[in-house]
């Protein structure tokens, strides 16, 4: 391992209180490609994902089924993993937080909390919304709703350990100033600060109404606030990678990793993360998604019908990391079908079909030398693939996706200037060159899908017969090209 760059990103740990549903395969996706982007490049990976199983929600809806929250947990945090199979996701670890070592890890955090005084003994009165998990102040509540998310309040008084979360507004706002893509997109960043600079007040880290929790260290009445708990999870999942380089979440739980957990983590001398990086909410065709509103997309039946990397694809494709996206099943199939199928698809069929029909299978030698007129396909390659790097270090990875749909349709555009098919039986030589800076192309676009449509992306390796996976320009080896199917047939609307 030694020399190794580390990479350590997490999804957010889910509520066990319902199935899985688009938003949440979206979140882990975005994660999912980050750990295949740094793996491609020789990174000592690790990538986290879990379930967040303790807390007033867990519990209430585990008494609506009439079953332990325990049970619950079991059951739902098993179809969150199945799910994740199914969508490809490589995680290292999926860390439930009712695992013992994240049992007893939490209460090591709140044990040093209480140890560097920043906890004291009082009494909370006050807004909560169990199903954000969340306080509200006075000024946030509007007739018994959380303005903010649209979630039922209700008045809480109990006695409760508090954080001094007040105490850490300006190591906070410097942490902000001097890290400037700590928090990303930038917008959310400049809402943090706004926050904060608004003035923080302490926190409440203990219940003591329910029992659903992480035992209080020495005080067993209480029991951890979930996010005390959740969050440190991040840190139990690995503590050999710590800190974590990105936290990938939704906007919706922006203020619990960008002011509470940096906070709870200066609080006990831990670093911080690299970068907190929040996209925007999925809307079913621009409908806010509810159990209430049986309007929740589930993925499983898209995964039956268009298979894992198309849809893999439209999520990250449709809307860029930050902006919300409108869920639609026509736009899915439209941006399929140009994009994957006109596009992608289009290329590697008619160039494998070429070199099968007049190459007799052969992937040419590398050309002895580049001529000028292919100079510029060559260049664009640089360009596409510098352009590349650029959006994925900056956790832009739908404009990522994009730059390789954009090269793509170069090497579309040299195949059909180049014209292979009237130099067949002509020019054997050009013929050779033709299709072997095709080809190169072909892997290098390829190469750069791996992360986003792995199924795809090995298939078309695999016939190229690359297993370097290089994310660089001109590694083709001759060899024979292997099989590969039609990847991406156009689908028909009805
Ligand atoms: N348990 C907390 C996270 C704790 S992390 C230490 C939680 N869980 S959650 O299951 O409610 O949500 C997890 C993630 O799913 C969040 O990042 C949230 O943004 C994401 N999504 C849930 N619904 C979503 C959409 N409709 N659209 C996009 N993402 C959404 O919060």
Redesign the pocket.
């Known amino acids: 391992m030694t020399g190794q760059t580390k990479y350590y990103v997490t999804s957010?740990?889910?509520?066990v209180n319902g199935d899985p549903?688009i938003?949440?395969a979206?979140?882990t996706i975005l994660a999912d490609v980050m750990a295949r982007y740094h793996r491609l490049q020789g990174d000592n990976v690790r990538f986290l994902t879990g379930t967040?199983e303790h807390g007033l929600k867990v519990q209430r809806a585990a008494e609506q089924r009439g079953v332990e929250p325990k049970q619950m947990a079991d059951e739902v945090s098993t179809t969150f993993r199945a799910l994740f199979d199914r969508l490809g996701l490589s995680y290292d670890r999926f860390i439930r937080t009712t695992d013992e070592d994240h049992v007893s890890s939490a209460s090591e955090m709140a044990r040093r909390m209480v140890e560097s005084g920043d906890i004291y003994k009082g009494k909370y009165e006050g807004w909560y919304s169990a199903s954000d998990e969340a306080y509200y102040d006075e000024s946030e509540i509007e007739d018994g709703i959380a303005v903010a998310t649209g979630s039922a309040v209700e008045w809480v008084a109990e006695e409760s350990y508090f954080f001094r979360l007040s105490e850490y507004q300006d190591r906070l706002l410097e942490w902000y100033e001097d890290n400037p893509d700590c928090i990303l997109p930038e917008s959310r960043r400049n809402e943090v600060i706004s926050f904060v600079e608004s003035g923080l007040q302490d926190l409440s880290v203990s219940r003591t109404t329910f029992d659903w929790g992480i035992p209080w260290p020495s005080d067993p009445e209480h029991v951890l606030y979930v996010w005390l708990d959740?969050?440190n999870?991040?840190f139990t999942g690995s503590i050999a990678h710590w800190p974590a380089d990105a936290h990938i979440?939704?906007?919706?739980?922006l203020r619990f990793h960008a002011v509470y957990w940096p906070a709870f983590l200066m609080s006990v001398d831990l670093p911080l993360p690299n970068h907190i990086v929040a996209?925007g909410?999925?809307t079913n065709e621009g409908t806010k998604?509810g159990k209430s509103k049986g309007n929740v997309i589930d993925p499983v039946p898209l995964l039956d019908k268009y298979g894992l990397d198309p849809f893999r694809f439209y999520l990250i494709r449709e809307s860029p990391v930050g902006q919300d996206g409108r869920f639609s099943e026509t736009r899915l199939v439209e941006r399929y079908n140009t994009e994957l199928a006109n596009n992608i698809g289009n290329l590697v069929n008619r160039t494998f079909s070429m070199v099968r029909s007049y190459l007799d299978s052969e992937i040419p030698k590398m050309p002895f030398v580049m001529l000028d007129k292919d100079r510029n396909l060559s260049s664009r390659c640089l360009i596409h693939l510098r352009e590349y790097r650029d959006h994925m270090d900056a956790y832009r990875m739908s404009k990522a996706l994009s730059t390789v749909i954009s090269l793509s349709t170069v090497v579309n555009r040299y195949l059909q200037d180049r014209k292979p098919w009237k130099l067949a039986g002509e020019d054997e030589v050009r013929l050779k060159e033709v299709l072997y800076w095709i080809l190169d192309a072909i892997r290098l676009v390829a190469v750069m899908l791996a992360p986003f449509l792995p199924e795809t992306s090995s298939g078309i390796l695999g016939a190229l017969d690359d297993d370097l996976q290089k994310l660089e320009w001109g590694y083709l080896n001759p060899g024979v090209l292997g099989e590969f199917g039609v990847p991406f047939p156009r689908i028909e609307e009805d």
């Not at 957010?12 to 509520?15: C, E, G, H």
């Open positions: 957010p740990m889910y509520y549903h938003g949440h979206y979140t967040d959740a969050l999870s991040y979440i939704g906007k919706d739980i996209h909410w999925w998604m």
